[in-house]
């Protein structure tokens, strides 16, 4: 499995932007497709954005689609996540995680989660 360390959350004001960062442990980090998910306080995770391991396949949840942007360094074993136009509603805990193999949105096909970044959006 491989370590995640996810970093750049904080508070932000509705409109503004973040920048999330998830380093990641390993050598078979260029072959593994990745993704980004979140929770907020009493609801279940939810899938925001996943990246194919060559970074060219990208795919979104429905409410962060035109918004975010995720994308890769694998010379670096980095994926980022860049928030625009943030919303109160997306304020919860943002896990960076790493697939079992197959390129997808749901949570059980990935195996190493990050310990996550809060992500505060201010009304």
């Known amino acids: 499995q491989v370590q995640l360390v996810e970093s750049g959350g904080g508070l932000v004001q509705t409109g503004g932007s973040l920048r999330l960062s998830c380093a990641a442990s390993g050598r078979f980090f260029s072959s593994i497709n990745m993704g980004w998910f979140r929770q907020a306080p009493g609801k279940e995770r939810e899938f925001v954005a996943t990246i194919t391991a060559d970074g060219v396949t990208t795919a979104y949840g429905g409410s962060v689609k035109g918004r975010f942007a995720i994308s890769r360094d694998n010379g670096k074993n980095t994926v980022y996540l860049q928030m625009n136009s943030l919303k109160p509603e997306d304020t919860a805990v943002y896990y960076c995680?790493?697939?079992?193999?197959?390129?997808?949105?749901?949570?059980?096909?990935?195996?190493?989660w990050g310990q996550g970044t809060q992500v505060t959006v201010l009304s």
């Open positions: 995680a790493a697939s079992g193999g197959v390129f997808s949105t749901r949570r059980t096909a990935y195996n190493s």
